[in-house]
Structure formats: structure tokens, C-alpha cells
């Protein structure tokens, strides 16, 4: 791999987005999700239409990695919480500290807004590796349960492979 350059996504990013998601969700969850939908929610990130961005990471002009950054208000703490999302990397480019760099600047990001209080993440329980990745970066589990309440676009069921 050559030099990793970072940046901030942009629209004509969003076809790579949509099937990096569709791919996340394969691997990381064993969810097929329907690309339309993917489709239509990584054009509102990228159109302003949501709390959200992408940062790329490309590698020879070629995009191999991104997450999304999402923001929640705390009435607790007076600030903005950042949520990691939408991690991918490109299976050859793993484990060659790409995440690692997509987290440095998420992280310098974060930091550089002051209203910001912190930044977090949540891991499908079934990936261990993600899990061991997160927690030797610094990040720690908070004792907190994700628990959600579905209206619409249920996602289908995880089906976990048995060697993850």
C-alpha cells in the first residue's frame, strides 16, 4: 500500500459508501440490506440532510476505507457525543492500521469542536475482532446496553457465522 490520504467524503463518493455498507452489514452481521435504502441514506449524510459525515480513507486514488461520524446531544454532559458508524475497510488493506488512521482523525476532529464530550461507538456482540481493535485503540466499554424500538425499515435477522 502507498501513502493513506484522509479525507472528507463527497458526493461522488456515494456509490462506494452504499456498497461499502451493503458489505458491512454481510460481513459484520450476516444482514443483507437492501441497496436502495443504503443508497438513499448515504446521499442525505452527504447532502446535509442528517447529523452525520464520512471520512475516506484512499490509498493510489482508490477508496479503501471510511466511517461515519453521527452526533447525539447530552443534557448530562452540555455537549455533542460522536458516534463511529458505517467502519469498512477493504479486506487486503486490513490489519495495515487504516482504521487505525480513520480513528486518529475522527478522534482530532472531535477533540477540535468545543462542544464535543466524547466519542463512541457500538459492536454487533459477535465481533471480537472489532471489539479488540476498539479497545487497543482506547476506546472502553461503558456498562450501557443498546436497546432500540423499531417503527420502520426493520433490518433483517443477524445470522452470525459460527467462526467469528
Not at 46 to 64: F, N, P, T
Not at 113 to 135: C, I, M, P, Q
Request: proline share 3%; aromatic share 8%; glycine share 6%.
Amino acid at each position: 500500500m502507498t501513502a493513506l490520504s484522509l479525507r472528507s467524503a463527497n458526493t461522488n463518493d456515494a456509490d462506494i459508501i452504499a456498497e461499502f455498507n451493503c458489505r458491512l452489514a454481510i460481513e459484520s452481521e450476516g444482514r443483507a440490506l437492501d441497496p436502495a435504502t443504503i443508497a438513499a441514506g448515504v446521499h442525505a449524510v452527504l447532502e446535509g440532510r442528517g447529523e452525520a459525515e464520512y471520512l475516506i480513507a484512499e490509498s493510489d486514488g482508490r477508496v479503501i476505507g471510511q466511517l461515519m461520524l453521527t452526533r447525539e446531544w447530552s443534557d448530562w454532559r452540555n455537549g455533542w457525543f460522536y458516534w463511529i458508524q458505517s467502519v469498512f475497510v477493504v479486506a487486503e488493506h486490513r490489519r495495515r492500521g487504516v482504521f487505525s488512521r480513520l480513528y486518529q482523525e475522527a478522534v482530532a476532529r472531535v477533540e477540535a469542536r468545543s462542544d464535543s464530550v466524547g466519542l463512541r461507538l457500538y459492536v454487533e456482540v459477535h465481533n471480537a475482532k472489532a471489539l479488540e481493535t476498539y479497545t487497543r485503540l482506547g476506546m472502553r466499554v461503558t456498562g450501557y446496553e443498546v436497546l432500540e424500538h423499531p417503527l420502520r425499515r426493520e433490518l433483517p435477522a443477524i445470522t452470525p457465522p459460527a467462526n467469528r
